[in-house]
């Protein structure tokens, strides 16, 4: 699905696959992975959590979110952004009945002084500790944060993860605004991502015979 590099794990072969395909999606070349977030900040003590993927224009030292409207509302990332609301959703009610799935007018609504337009995280071999970590960095430098759990059990952690933050907000606790998170998993995203792509390209084929 995604080999086309050598002496490289299946999680990093994901990681290159991303990048390569995400530039198509959002017609961007600023698609980097395992992208350290505050690399840029003047002061070099700062934590810079390292991100598994992210999709750019990077805001290092002003705001994009004016930016990101203009790239989140262009047809070919709306459709597919809409078809990871509706996987995350998905993944959501087959697991819990309690969280309320976010929608897409939430997401254009929240975090619009991010780091980056899209924060991916992808989870495998991880304590359910550091999953919190990827929830966090995904959801706070993202105008869109995605979590990919690897295995069945991770998907389930994840959604165990967002229940317990939802219901503290719930009972009126401290807790941390997960909203512009989606849980998708690597099969969703390669179809979410392959679908929108030959959809346009028939479109244009279209066009060109026309």
Not at 43 to 68: K, M
Request: some cysteine; glycine content about 4%.
């Amino acid at each position: 699905m995604w080999n086309f590099h050598k002496n490289r794990s299946e999680l990093q072969l994901f990681q290159l696959y991303l990048k390569s395909r995400l530039q198509d999606v959002f017609e961007t070349t600023e698609v980097k992975e395992e992208w350290s977030s505050m690399q840029d900040e003047y002061n070099r003590e700062l934590y810079s959590p390292r991100l598994d993927v992210a999709v750019g224009p990077f805001a290092t030292h002003q705001q994009l979110g004016h930016v990101y409207d203009e790239m989140i509302n262009k047809d070919l990332a709306k459709q597919f952004i809409r078809k990871l609301v509706d996987y995350n959703r998905e993944n959501l009610e087959r697991h819990d009945g309690f969280v309320n799935p976010t929608t897409f007018d939430d997401i254009w609504d929240l975090n619009y002084n991010s780091r980056c337009l899209i924060a991916i995280e992808i989870e495998n071999q991880v304590s359910r500790k550091h999953l919190l970590d990827g929830v966090v960095n995904a959801s706070a430098l993202g105008r869109i944060g995605i979590v990919i759990p690897w295995s069945g059990e991770k998907l389930r952690a994840f959604v165990k993860l967002v229940r317990y933050l939802q219901y503290l907000k719930y009972a009126d606790k401290n807790t941390f605004n997960t909203t512009n998170l989606l849980i998708v998993t690597k099969e969703q995203m390669h179809t979410a991502i392959e679908e929108v792509l030959e959809a346009e390209n028939s479109n244009i084929d279209i066009v060109n015979i026309r």
